[in-house]
Each structure stands twice: as C-alpha cells, then as structure tokens.
C-alpha cells in the first residue's frame, strides 16, 4: 500500500511542505523509521534524529531548521501521526467484544458495556469491569478489582483483589499487579510475614510492560501515577509511589517505600534502594543503583549512583588509575635520588 | 474501624505499657506505619526504625529504652501482631475449596482434604495435591509433582514435572518452577542441548515473589532450603542449593550449581556467578556481581564483589582521583624544578 | 537403574578405552555430573573441566591428554551422548497428541499432524501450528501466528498475533513473545503511544527461556536467528536483530534496534543500550552496561564496558588507589622539604 504525500495530507489533515509526490508506504518513529515511511516531531529533543532518520517524511509542528525532507505540518503532529497509523495499518485491536463461552466470570461481577473478556480468563465476585474494556484470554482478575474504561489487558496477565486500575490502562502479557510486597520480621534465625492488607492503584494513562510485577502495599497503597509507562521486567516494591508521566525503563527495580516524584527517567536496569525521594524530573541513568535521595531535575549515574558529571569524570580518571601508579613510584624515585643528593 | 489500645489488648493479650487511650486503626511494618496504626518490635535490629515510624503503638517484648510511646508487651510479639492484623483485616485468603468446575484435574491426580483448585487450573497426572492447599485460576502443576499442605498457590503459576513443594508454602503469581536449566555443549559453532533431567526441591515455609524463575537441576536437584524468602523476579539456576532462612531480594540472578549458605541476605539485583560458595550468613550488597566464594559472615559489595568496607573507601576514594591525577603532575612539575635547581 | 559402560557402549555405539566395568547410573554435563554418572566432551574449551568434574566416565572423539577416566570414544561425542540419555532417562516430553477437550481453538486455526493442544491453550484465529508441534496447557497463540514444526511451547507462554516461529524451536514457562515495544513520544509532558505494527521472527532451534520478554517491532522485525539460546528473564526490545548462535544469560536487557552479532554471548545481568552492534563472536562480560559498539571477537566488560583486559587493570589498580593517595600526600611533604631545604 503506497500513497503519495499530497494525497496523505488530504486524507489525514495538515499542509504539505516540500515535494508532495514522494510515496509513503508505512509509519514510525522516527529512529525506527525506515525509507518509505513516514515519521513525527512533537518534542524539539527529538530534533537530533532528524539527521540520521531513514523516513522519508516527517509530520511537524513547523519547518525544522535545514530540513529538506519533505513534511506534513499540522497543528498537533502526534494527532496527525495517529491518524497516519489508522490509514496504514489496520487496528489489530479489534478483540472480540462479550463474554468468550470459555471465559470464566462470577455472577457477583459486574461487566460494563462493550466489554470483550477472553477464553480461560477469569473474573472474581465482586470485580467491576467498565465500558469499553477488553481483558483477553488467561488473564485474573481477582475479588472486588475495578478496572476503568477502554483498558487493555493482554494474555496471561494476573491482577489481584482489591486493585484499583485507572481508564485508557494498557497491561502488557505475564504482568503481575497486587502480588504480595515482600515484608518479613526477623524472629530469631526465622523469617515470619508480615501480612500484606494494602493495594495498589494504578491511574489513568499508565502502560505497564510484560511480565513486570508491582506489589500490594503492606498497608495503605502502591501507586502509579496518570500517564506513568513502565517497560518489561520492572520490579515495583510495596508503599512505592510513582508521581505522574515518568518513563520507568526495562527490568528497573524500586525498593519499598520509594517516591518517584514526576516526570522522572529511570533508565534500563537500575535499581533504587527502598526508603528514598526521587525528585521531579530527575534522571537515574542506566544500570546506577541509587542508595539515597536524589534532587529534583538532576542527573546520577554509577554505583552508588551521584551526581553524572562527576561520577562521568570519576569513571574516565579510573582508566588513567594504572599510569598515575607508574607515575608516582617514578616520582618516588627522583625524589629519594634528590634526597640523597642533599646528604 | 477504630478502637482503643487498651481494648486491643484485652482483645489480641498482652499488657499496655503507657496511654491506652490511644486510638488504633489498623496494622503495619514498622518501616511502613502510618499515624494511627500499630506495629511491632521482634528484633533489636529493628529497635533503630522507632526513631522515624509513624506508628502510634508498638507491640514489643520489653520497654525500648527512650521509648515513649504507648506500648503493648508481649511474649511474643510477632504472634501477638499477627492477632492483631486478624482483628483489623478481614481474611481475604478465604478462597473457596473443592475443584472449580472450569479446573482440569487429571483423573490420575491426588488431591487432600480441603483443598480448592481454581479455575482453570490444571493438574496434570500423577500430581498430589495435600491438605488444606490452594491451587489458584490458571495455575499449571505437572505429572508426578507433590505439593505439602497448607500451600497457597496463586493465579497463573507453572510449576513443571516431578517438583516437590514442602507445607506451608507460598508461590506468587507468574512464578516457573522446574523450566529446563541453561544447560549446552558447544559442537564447533552451534549449542547442542543438554537434556535437563533433574528436578527441584522447595521446602517447607519457602515463600516465591512474583514471576521468579527456579530451573530444574541438569541432574540431582535444584533445592530451596526451609523457611528462605524469595521477592520477585529472582533467577536461581539448575543445580543451586540455597539453605535455610535465606533473603533473596528483588531481580537476584544466582548461577548454576552455586551453593547459598544458611541465613544468607542477597540484596536487590546483585548477581552470583555460578559453581561459587556463599558462606552461612553472609551479606551480598545490591548490584553486585560475585565472581569468588564469599566467606561466611563477611559483607561483599561492588563488580567484582570485594569486602564491603574495602569497596566502599575504594569507591570513595575513586571520587577523588580526578584531583589526585592534577595534583600528581603539579608534583611532577615540582620536581622537575628540583632538579633543574641541581645541576 | 546401574549398568556397566562396556553395556551402555554396546546400546549407544561407541568403543570403550579403560576399564569398560564401572558402573553408571546416568548422565549429567561435564560441569554438573557426579559419581556414577557419565559426561561428554565435544569441544576443548571444555577439556578443563576434566581436571574438577566428578564423573565417572566420559564419552569423547579421542582420549584427551593425561586423562585416565574410563572413555566411550565416539566420532559424535553428543550424539552418543543424547543415546545414553535415552537410556538413563524416560522421555519426558510425551506428552498427549491431538486437542485436550478444554482447549479453546479457532475453527479458522490450522493444525498439522500430530500436533497437541493442552487444556486451556487458546489458539486464536488464523494462526497455524505445524506438524508434530506441542502448546500446552494455558498458553496463548494469537491471530495469525505462525509456529513451525516440531517446537514445544511450556504451560502459560504468550505468543502474541503475527508472530513467526521456526522449527524446532523451545519456548519455556511465562515468556511472552510479540508484546508492544516501548515506543513513546513527549507531547509536552505527557508520554504519547507510537503504535508497534511490526512482528517478531524466531527462527528454528532457538531456545527461550522462562518469563523472557521479546517485543513486537515498531515497525518491521524484532529477530532472533537461528540457534541463539536465551536464558530466563531476558528482555529483548523492539527491532533488535540478534544473528545465529549466540548465548544470551539470564536477566540479560537489550535495548531496542540494536544489533548482535553472529556467535555473540552477553552473560548474565548484562545491559546493552538502544541502537547499537555487537559484533560477531564478541563477549560481554556479566553486569556489563555496554553503552557504544562493541568490535568483533573483542571482550568487554564493566560500566561503561570497555576492553575486558584494561577494565579489569583499572578496577584492580582501583583497590590500590587509597594507599595511592596517601602515598602522594607523603611525597608532597618530601617535596616541600626538598623545596624548604633550597632556600
């Protein structure tokens, strides 16, 4: 399916700059994009891609300085895109709505409309399930859990009682929301559980990757703010709170009781211990293990993670480390051979 | 629900040291406490978590020194807490018994008395299921497996062939138990498997966080030993033997055929290498990765992990390399001078 | 079940050198074989393991050096060795052909021969599964995916729609294969979806361990070639191309549209960003946070990962850096004498 970029304008709204008879045969991001496609520009931070991008048209906002591409521009360019992906690619969510024979729902639950629930999924007395709402096959969803409106929940996926799931939520494959946060007193050599009585809601907007796991609170709440989206493998302790719109990188781990203030960046890997504030808009970089709080709108980096530019430089010293040692039992030796000139 | 602290006692014993008008509303951790609620106080290495809980009582066995809040003491005061949660928290692990009739159940199967099989479950034959154990919705228990008595299961769990699971057990949601070891023989370029034919071992009081993955031994036995927690998203390899009343924090990956001796603490994401020893009670700091046998007893910390008080002033010290390198070429500088002066 | 090695080499072909009588019970890898059990070489780099392991009889293509272990000399070292693991060992894989009756499959699915469908598998429109291939119980095969022959998907996998699976191929517990990329643009402050079009290609005689997470291509292929064996608890992201026989350790993350080349292993834990190439037959060493390209045949290790042999001289000249310190303060005295003595 190929399609001139005039006639894409024409279809999905916006105003061609540039050369408009270029042909357009799919969509995507702009550092995936190959030739053919077509990308967006919503974010000046993304503006760098521009220059090693494949895609042979880009839908922005206005002309980027030097660009010589041919555009789409639009008011909203993420709109515009989207509109872009309906044209391309057919919707692949277009689930099955009711209730699959082989599903399991109780009679105590309550199903809105519109609502697709899947073969072998199982829905527990007193779950609520609003409109809109798709949980597909195998997937749990355990006694008196709400699920908002238009969410998605993918095969496999476990969410226990007593959650609180916000609208629009996409819930990858193999999640795990509501398990137990692990808290044990020490009684002589013995671990003894302490009873985990809290839950966990999740707000509106949030993604959450494949087989990532968020804890119930010990008591109170485990959260995760509106518009919050979390990669796979991400490990979420008991009482973590997570503020609005923050990007929650794959297989990072939150200890118990962590703030993570918003828009914060947790990248791939890291880890931070329990207990702490992430300030807003912070940025943990990838693999650091974070041992306190860290400051709003900074970067850290390393084990234990600090400040990046200094941790940056500390790295970069180390490799000099094995010539300073050469260095200095060099000096060593022409100071001694000064000394004992002196005598 | 709220009731005075000196009706609480009445209700779950124990005797009220300090204000027993103090309201109590609910349960908790010490670490997680909020205002309002009761705690509890079973190890000294806990006494330093007072200065900063927000519980309003603790139960404990003695008056903490400086301690002025209002108190109940208790022989035991685990025991007493977990009386105390009863009151306050409805049990919510009154899963119903008898087999779902959504549940498959080999008709080659054993189940005890008062055991519940979710929906969906399925139990294949030659399985045996004893008293009192809950097997929740879409879980998987495969031929010849023995699950103890008491167990608590939950939703969309795997446990594969011929694995053993003592009583009392708990096993979260998403966790594999007995997947085929990582186990190849290289034939010029390419892996040829070696066909895993050991199993594992879980014993008594064992509880599993949320999709951990256990593989089963190459041969012999995977085992984890009585009583050891194991949080979520943990990796243990074929051929691990891990002791009694061990932690295994969040995202620990433990190689093959390491042995972990009793009482040991993995903290989050550390990894240990596998044909390795940890010695009894050791303590593996977050992050690390431990490539030699651990000494029982010792703290290790950092990649490659090494004595804890020796990684950290390392690391320290590292911080101030930067400036050691500029210092070392003013020295350098000096004596050149020196030097010069000489001749 | 004992047996001389004289009459295993009788049933599995093979001609013994030593003493054909000592008694084996079964069979294990080099690493992991204890008494009783035999073992096999078929590649050098495993001859060291000879001097530690505990077996009590080898199966090889000639006698290796100094090596005095009763042998069964055979030209294919593991196909003998899969021979006496026949023996030893009852397959476990026979598990029942044909459609369990609490199976749910599509009437526009297509199965091959000899294929079987555990109880509550789903196997959704579209999709097609080959001859003499296994879906067990609880696992998810969607619209239009396609699984070769002769593969063996475990109990609660999740392969999502339009994905392609090779031949051969083993999928172990909770992976799920074909989740949505984590691709995102900022809209201000908000997160906007990209929506992921593409698919994931797994060609034949992969392995894929449990709870792994590969995801869906943003737009085009997410790919693993031919032979590559993945531990448990990998995430693989969008667009990332691994090539043919590589090893990838468990908890290993690999960020999206990088490249890994052809015989490349990335041990356990290891991190490597977005948008890179690892090249053919390189090595990342465990922890590893590889954040530029690595070169072919080369070793990295460390954060940021560098030469192997050069990180690992800084990290030990590290250890030596707080003596370092001290020994540049007591230089500066000396100097300052030296330069007090001048004047």
Chains 1, 2, 3 share one sequence.
């Not at 270029?22 to 000046?44: C, H, N, Q, W, Y």
């Not at 020490?186 to 809290?198: E, L, W």
């Not at 430089?313 to 010539?323: E, H, T, V």
Request: hydrophobic share 40%.
């Amino acid at each position: 399916m190929e399609i001139s970029l005039e006639e894409l304008a024409g279809l999905i709204g916006g105003k061609v700059a540039g050369d408009g008879s270029v042909m357009i045969s799919g969509v995507s991001g702009i550092r995936e994009a190959r030739k053919g496609e077509i990308t967006f520009l919503a974010d000046p931070r993304y503006d760098k891609f521009l220059e090693t991008t494949q895609a042979s048209a880009v839908i922005a906002g206005s002309i980027p300085e030097g660009e010589t591409r041919p555009l789409i521009l639009s008011d909203n360019p993420y709109l515009t895109f989207i509109k872009a992906v309906e044209y391309f690619v057919p919707d692949k969510n277009n689930y099955p709505r009711g209730v699959h024979p082989a599903a399991v729902v109780s009679e105590e639950a309550t199903l809105g409309e519109n609502v697709g629930i899947g073969a072998c999924a199982v829905i527990e007395e007193g779950a609520r399930i609003d409109n809109g709402t798709l949980i597909l096959a195998g997937s749990f969803i355990g006694k008196d859990t709400r699920i908002g409106e238009n969410c998605l929940i993918y095969p496999n996926v476990t969410i226990r009682e007593e959650v609180e799931v916000g609208d629009r939520v996409i819930i990858h494959s193999g999640a795990v929301i509501g398990s137990d946060g692990y808290g044990f007193a020490k009684d002589g050599d013995v671990y003894r559980k302490i009873p985990q009585v809290g839950n966990v809601v999740i707000e509106a907007d949030v993604e959450i990757g494949a087989n990532v796991t968020i804890d119930r609170a010990a008591s109170g709440t485990t959260r995760v703010g509106c518009g919050t989206k979390i990669d796979n493998l991400v490990m979420i302790g008991h009482n973590v709170v997570i503020r609005e719109n923050c990007a929650v990188v794959a297989q990072v781990g939150i200890g118990g009781s962590t703030e993570i203030g918003r828009g914060v960046t947790l990248a791939g890997q890291a880890g931070v211990a329990g207990h702490l504030k992430v300030g807003e808009g912070a940025v943990v970089a990838g693999q650091s293990g974070v041992l306190r709080d860290v400051a709003p709108g900074t970067m850290v980096s390393g084990y234990p993670a600090r400040e990046h530019s200094q941790a940056r430089k500390a790295f970069a010293s180390l490799q000099r480390l094995p010539d300073l040692i050469k260095k200095v039992a060099e000096l060593a030796e022409r100071i001694r051979n000064l000394e004992g000139d002196e005598k």
